[in-house]
């Protein structure tokens, strides 16, 4: 039988990998790390979370929610372990991130069908069927392989990683306990939040402006550093002007002091971090000052005068590839049909958009694997929707993507016409068709 190999052992790979194994097809998963490590990985497990331990949205009848729900309905491995592994988070699925790369990697170990080898690859096997989910740290060897094969320059941005606080050291005085509009899954307060007055937001405002911050460990990078608009470091959204924190990461919105009966001028969330909540992440809080500098100015926000970082927020660069221009729906290489690429090298931005390309990339190989031709998922579906983006974008100005509810087809023109005063009611209604599109019989037999 043709062999099938998976590089990188990520969202998307560890995902295929599952998908492979669920259709009865033997498969040999391959991790660099603990041989060679990244820059932002802490560890060898499987399917690491390195930036935020957010899943984003669980509320109904968003485009967060529906890729989750599709996933959930089609069997996703990882859906299933973020589960296992869930940690209270406001309105979002937020996970333990060391206890879910723990089940993940051990579903992985005790399925016989998967072969999990502990190596670098640099290059595409030339025997059998190849999923390059080498992720966004793909080492320099195996970028060269990729580029050599597509015959193109490969695409870049850079994506930062928020700081995580040791709970004991918030000033609990000050940081007070709960959700945006009292909303959360199960009715509890969620997140700390530590809430400034005008003259603190602007003190600290004019610090991080000062803040010295990491040059470019690619010198040729410095000048206009291309970073994903979705994931912007505060100090650069800080920069397009004094109030943009308060209307991004630092809303106060639907807040309320405990101590002053009143909003605050502005707020820094705090979102638990693991089971035992000895930890938390400062929400939207991505950046690349120096260590030092992240440690005085972070201890400027009110509650952390006193806070030890038990990691701070870094920046590492990201491998994409111009998909629109080399893959088709089935995320197969147009040049050579028995490559495909799943996870964010291959143009989405997001964990769950990674777990998604890992699904889908593991049917198609099946797919090929049994000499049929894969079938791409209907447009309709979240799922269609983000295959779609990555094979028809405008390859001249190619950006990873989130799922969004532009990326999914209009509704039809009298639908639009009826529910053109209600938008939840047009939510739901693209997430209704998308659900009720799904070939869940045929992808599960």
């Given at each position: ?15 295929a990998?599952?998908q492979?194994?669920r ?5 040999t ?23 935020s331990n ?27 372990c ?13 996970v ?28 595409i ?9 080498s ?11 990729i ?6 320059d490969?695409?870049?941005f ?7 606080v040791?709970?004991?050291?918030v ?11 009292g ?27 000062g803040?010295?911050?990491?040059p ?7 000048p ?7 994931c ?21 919105m ?5 101590r ?19 930890s938390?992440?400062?929400?939207g809080?991505?950046?690349?000052l ?6 005085r ?15 701070y ?6 491998t ?33 958009e ?29 799922l ?7 094979a028809h974008?405008?390859p001249?100005?190619?950006?990873p ?6 990326l999914?087809p ?12 209600d ?11 998308a ?9 599960i037999?």
């Amino acid at each position: 039988m043709t062999p099938l190999h998976i590089i990188g052992a990520g969202l998307a790979g560890t995902e295929a990998a599952w998908q492979l194994a669920r259709q009865g097809l033997r498969c040999t998963l391959y991790e660099m790390r603990p041989v060679r490590m990244t820059d932002a990985h802490q560890t060898d497990r499987l399917a690491e979370l390195v930036c935020s331990n957010s899943l984003k949205s669980e509320t109904e009848n968003t485009a967060p929610w529906l890729l989750k729900e599709e996933l959930r309905q089609l069997g996703s491995l990882l859906l299933e372990c973020a589960q296992v592994a869930r940690v209270p988070g406001g309105q979002a699925l937020t996970v333990d991130r060391v206890g879910f790369a723990a089940e993940v990697t051990r579903r992985i170990e005790n399925e016989p069908l998967i072969t999990l080898r502990r190596e670098e690859l640099t290059r595409i096997p030339e025997d059998g069927i190849t999923i390059v989910a080498s992720g966004p740290l793909t080492s320099g060897d195996l970028a060269e392989e990729i580029g050599r094969l597509t015959g193109s320059d490969r695409l870049y941005f850079y994506d930062s990683i928020s700081p995580i606080v040791d709970a004991d050291t918030v000033d609990r005085n000050i940081a007070f306990a709960a959700s945006r509009y009292g909303k959360s899954i199960d009715g509890t307060d969620d997140y700390l939040n530590c809430p400034f007055n005008k003259e603190q937001y602007e003190a600290f405002l004019d610090a991080l402006l000062g803040g010295a911050a990491v040059p470019a460990h690619i010198p040729a990078d410095a000048p206009g550093t291309p970073f994903f608009e979705a994931c912007l470091p505060i100090e650069v959204l800080a920069r397009r002007g004094r109030e943009t924190l308060r209307f991004g990461p630092m809303k106060p919105m639907g807040l309320s002091d405990p101590r002053t009966g009143y909003r605050p001028y502005a707020v820094v969330q705090l979102r638990q971090e693991n089971a035992r909540a000895d930890s938390y992440n400062l929400v939207g809080f991505q950046n690349h000052l120096r260590f030092g500098e992240q440690k005085r100015i972070l201890r400027m926000i009110p509650g952390l005068e006193n806070a030890e970082f038990l990691r701070y927020g870094q920046i590492h660069r990201n491998t994409y590839i111009n998909g629109p221009t080399l893959l088709n729906r089935t995320l197969q290489l147009k040049a050579n049909p028995r490559v495909l690429f799943a996870g964010q090298i291959s143009g989405v931005e997001g964990y769950v958009e990674s777990i998604a390309t890992g699904f889908l990339a593991g049917q198609f190989a099946g797919a090929v694997q049994r000499n049929e031709t894969p079938v791409a998922m209907p447009r309709e579906t979240a799922l269609g929707s983000l295959a779609h983006y990555i094979a028809h974008a405008d390859p001249r100005n190619y950006q990873p993507a989130n799922i969004t509810f532009d990326l999914l087809p209009q509704l039809d023109e009298p639908t639009r016409h009826k529910l053109r005063h209600d938008k939840p009611a047009r939510h739901a209604e693209v997430c209704r068709r998308a659900l009720t599109s799904l070939p869940v019989a045929q992808l599960i037999d």
